[in-house]
């Protein structure tokens, strides 16, 4: 259930931001002192490291492409490299429960 749910949760943060154009992306984030790119690459990082480690793999970095406007597109893939990975059920809640708060803050 838990993949569903950390689906779910990445959905709904792509359809919140994926229309977004590249001020919206260069705005701060609500109550932060980073704009909205950087808190959405900081949770692609974590989503990526939890793949990594649910898959035996090395922690590498997310790098920054020319535009923000593809931060959706990464998050859905490290979303689906977690889940191929087979993470257990705890980690898919926990990095569901990451996607919400960034939506969150957003």
């Known amino acids: 259930m838990s993949a569903a749910e950390l689906d779910r949760a990445v959905e709904l943060l792509v359809r919140q931001v994926g229309h977004w154009t590249q001020p919206r992306w260069s705005a701060q984030a609500e109550g932060g002192n980073v704009s909205r790119a950087d808190l959405v690459h900081k949770l692609v990082q974590e989503i990526a490291n939890l793949a990594a480690d649910a898959a035996g793999e090395p922690r590498r970095d997310v790098p920054r492409l020319g535009s923000d406007l593809v931060l959706p597109d990464q998050l859905r893939v490290v979303a689906g490299d977690l889940v191929a990975a087979g993470a ?19």
Request: aromatic fraction near 0%.
């Open 88 to 106: 257990p059920e705890t980690v898919l809640a926990e990095a569901a429960a990451q996607v919400a708060a960034t939506r969150a803050t957003l």
